[in-house]
């Protein structure tokens, strides 16, 4: 069973930055694709980034592509998720997900079958 717990949240200007942290036990953490996800208030779960085993595969949300950077280190199997130029729109609670990369980049969170209990991340304007 794979445990998952993030961290990195908080209260933030806009323009600013943050980084969120992933860190996974009780699994073989370099088997999964990590996927970061979050849920604004009101709002369905979203897709906002994955990366791949090696970490050499990577696809992010449209609206945050040139701001955010997923990166992951398999010797400390743990994920990251970089935030710059953060907007009020990227207000949410984010959650990491492990899951399989199999044939196509998994964006949906059904291609997932492990997460974090969240965190929340604030961007005031």
């Known amino acids: 069973q794979v445990q998952l717990v993030e961290s990195g949240g908080g209260l933030v200007q806009a323009g600013g930055s943050l980084r969120l942290s992933c860190a996974a036990s009780?699994?073989?953490?370099?088997?999964?694709?990590m996927g970061w996800f979050r849920q604004a208030p009101g709002k369905e779960r979203e897709f906002v980034a994955t990366?791949?085993?090696?970490?050499?595969?990577?696809d992010y949300l449209a609206s945050v592509k040139g701001r955010f950077a997923i990166s992951r280190d398999n010797a400390k199997n743990t994920v990251y998720l970089q935030m710059n130029s953060l907007k009020p729109d990227d207000t949410g609670v984010y959650y990491c997900?492990?899951?399989?990369?199999?044939?196509?980049?998994?964006?949906?969170?059904?291609?997932?079958?492990?997460w974090g209990q969240g965190t929340q991340v604030t961007v005031s304007s």
């Open positions: 009780g699994g073989s953490f370099v088997i999964f694709a």
């Open positions: 990366i791949s085993p090696s970490g050499g595969n990577f």
């Open positions: 997900a492990a899951g399989l990369w199999v044939n196509r980049v998994p964006r949906n969170q059904h291609d997932y079958g492990y």
